[in-house]
């Protein structure tokens, strides 16, 4: 298994307090967006679809930290946008290791070898290299020849520098398992210290449509990989029993504020993937959000859905619940064959919602209300509050 033990213990131990207090609802990873601007625009990325001015702001140092006291959660996820074009991420890095959490930088890999002299190996840093395959497929993925190179060289070198180092493959309807286990082949040559992998989730703002996964075919596609990889030392960083809920043995409804998510717009609702309002703490997002419209099953852009962030949480949970079938599954690897668990049935679901322009607007109109900063506001007043908003971004 990709994940060590000290962190396993760290996060069980969290989350058997958070029982033990009887919390209902609880984070396990902060996802943390400082930024959404991108030095890629990959076709099936729904997260960079913004104007300039949003794409432009940052979350500051302060602004990262604030969220990681406030959220709690033992794990915190760095994720964007490109988060290495943040000129302050050595600080924020820093600053949550030194409260002792987890941190998972995800990271296209393109600035790394640039940049990684401003880190230092650490046991709870894990440089997350985004790979979705063999060179051919992952150049599709990110719609860029010679990225996958890029990204194979950073990984040695983070390895050679005594970095923990993971890549984290999202897989779309092209994938094919004989492919995927030659690539996962690849990457544990290479000495990952663990493979993320999760399906891609159906963005309604990627600018490619036809890729996506449905729950059927995710389902066989995980079983086709797992199945030639029983005896390979593949070592997943996803937990046993998420794994067996991709290969269809689990039938599990997601827990969206497991992985809550605080960018630029605020703490995002309801999840990582859906971006259908946003609260100003976290929390208010834990209180305000009617948590039962969302999720397989309650909601239509929900239906296809099996990505990590919404489903590690749910498999981590049952695994300190019953942790008989956690070990069960670790030990036997996911089930590859034979009848699946049962399909949540989607004929109660109620209609997608498109919000994605209005909170756009609203976006641009708050930024437009921001004081500039200092430094905007020594160059001199004569500029309007949506050339302020764009200063801010421009750091
Ligand atoms: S199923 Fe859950 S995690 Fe997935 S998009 Fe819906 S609310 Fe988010």
């Known amino acids: 298994m ?25 984070p396990l990873v902060l996802m943390l967006e400082p ?21 432009n702001k940052r979350l500051s140092v302060r602004e990262c930290l604030d969220a990681v ?9 760095i994720a964007g946008g490109e988060p290495l074009l943040h000129k302050e991420m050595p600080e924020i890095v820093r600053g949550i290791l030194a409260r002792g959490k987890i941190v998972i930088l995800c990271t296209n890999a393109l600035l790394l070898e640039k940049r990684i002299g401003d880190y230092a190996p650490h046991p709870r840093f894990t440089w997350d290299i985004h790979l979705d395959g063999d060179r051919e497929q992952h150049d599709w993925a990110v719609s860029q020849k ?20 993971a890549i984290n ?23 990952v210290d663990a493979i993320m992998v999760s399906p891609g989730y159906a963005y309604e703002r990627a600018p490619d449509q036809q890729h996506f996964l449905n729950r059927r075919k995710t389902k066989e596609l995980f079983r086709g990989i797992f199945a030639r990889g029983k005896g390979k030392g593949w070592r997943f960083g996803n937990s046993p ?9 689990q039938r599990y409804h997601c827990t969206p504020w497991g992985n809550p998510t605080r960018n630029v717009f605020g703490w995002q609702r309801p999840c990582y993937l859906l971006g259908e309002g946003y609260a100003k ?21 929900c239906a296809d859905c099996m990505v990590h962030s919404g489903f590690e949480a749910t498999a981590v949970v049952d695994a300190i619940k019953k942790p008989w079938k956690a070990v069960a599954a670790q030990l036997r690897g996911p089930k590859t064959e034979g009848g699946m668990a049962p399909e949540i049935p989607l004929d109660g679901q109620r209609p997608a919602e498109f919000v994605f322009s209005r ?15 200092p430094t905007a506001r020594r160059r001199g007043a004569k500029h309007g509050g949506a050339a302020a908003a764009a200063t801010v971004a421009a750091k």
């Open 241 to 249: 029993l998420f794994l067996d809920f991709l290969a269809g043995n």
């Open 146 to 165: 010679g990225v996958y190179d890029r990204a194979v060289s950073a990984l040695k070198l983070a390895k050679a520098k005594g970095f923990r180092t």
């Open 69 to 77: 006291d406030e959220c709690g959660a033992p794990v915190v996820a």
């Open 169 to 191: 493959a999202t897989l779309f309807n092209n994938a094919e398992p004989e492919r995927m286990a030659r690539f996962f082949d690849d990457v544990t040559a290479m000495g």
């Open 281 to 301: 703490s976290f929390t208010e997002l834990m209180e305000t959000t009617d948590w039962d419209r969302y999720g397989t099953g309650n909601y239509e852009k």
């Open 35 to 55: 930024l959404f601007r991108c030095n890629l625009a990959c076709a099936g990325c729904g997260k960079i679809d913004y104007p300039d001015p949003i794409l």
């Open 2 to 26: 990709g994940i060590p033990l000290r962190q396993q213990i760290k996060v069980g131990a969290y989350v058997l307090r958070q029982h033990l207090r009887g919390r209902k609802r609880y």
């Open 359 to 373: 909170h756009v607007q609203q976006a641009l109109a708050d930024m437009a209300h921001e004081p500039p900063p």
